[in-house]
């Protein structure tokens, strides 16, 4: 089956320590993207990617880090620096840009740091 | 951006009856708009698109209309059942050339037996 994998479901971290959360896609989608959901809110974008080895800036990028070595991996790394990271992550795939095309979902990793 | 608020609007149906989710978008250079319906503890799920060149477009159980002298969009479910119970967000893409998307807040569906 085709689709995106995030893994794992449910993270715990103690504050201070840096965290990679896992996104891979096996729809040959160019574009990948992370979102911060927080209860009862929307989807914010953390970080995009259009191309293998190429990635922008979402709107809250402050605290998060990134690669894409891989056209099916996008793996979020969440820092010390990210004052507030306990959240839902959301990671998402697209056919081209976001902007014409539907945007695939992930299942989400619920990141808990105490 | 979009507007996040703490507590999300929430639209009570009677099982059965037609849902209809209203959306006010923000950009008029958006030419392309999408629902999602978000489950519990999931991810997103795309329920249906469309672009601007259309006011109107069907899907199974679901319509979504677009009037773009007010900058609004609706979704239309109909005959709705407890599997809608949901957050449905819309989104819009700013302009033709975005290479990202802008969410809405969403709406909490509840469903009443």
């Known amino acids: 089956d085709g689709g995106i994998t995030q893994s794992p479901k449910y993270l715990f971290r103690k504050e201070g320590q840096n965290v990679t959360l896992s996104c891979e896609q096996n729809?040959?989608?160019?574009?990948m993207y992370w979102y911060r959901q927080d209860p009862g809110q929307g989807l914010r974008l953390i970080y995009y990617?259009?191309?293998?080895?190429?990635?922008q800036k979402g709107d809250i990028a402050e605290g998060y880090s990134v690669s894409r070595e891989k056209k099916e991996s996008f793996p979020l790394t969440v820092t010390s620096a990210q004052k507030n990271p306990t959240a839902f992550y959301l990671c998402?795939?697209?056919?081209?840009?976001?902007?014409?095309?539907?945007?695939?979902f992930g299942p989400g990793t619920r990141l808990t740091v105490t | 951006g979009e507007s996040v608020g703490l507590h999300l609007p929430t639209l009570s149906v009677q099982e059965g009856d037609n849902s209809i989710i209203n959306c006010a978008y923000s950009n008029s250079a958006s030419d392309y708009f999408i629902w999602y319906k978000q489950e519990s503890g999931k991810g997103p799920q795309f329920i249906i698109d469309i672009r601007s060149n259309m006011d109107k477009r069907q899907g199974q159980r679901v319509t979504v209309l677009l009037n773009k002298t007010v900058k609004h969009l609706s979704l239309q479910i109909a005959a709705t059942q407890p599997g809608d119970s949901a957050v449905y967000f819309c989104a819009e893409n700013g302009n033709s050339s975005a290479s990202k998307i802008i969410f809405g807040s969403g709406t909490r569906l509840s469903i009443r037996p």
């Open positions: 729809l040959n989608h160019d574009a």
């Open positions: 998402a795939s697209s056919t081209g840009l976001a902007g014409l095309y539907e945007q695939y």
């Open positions: 990617s259009q191309i293998v080895n190429d990635f």
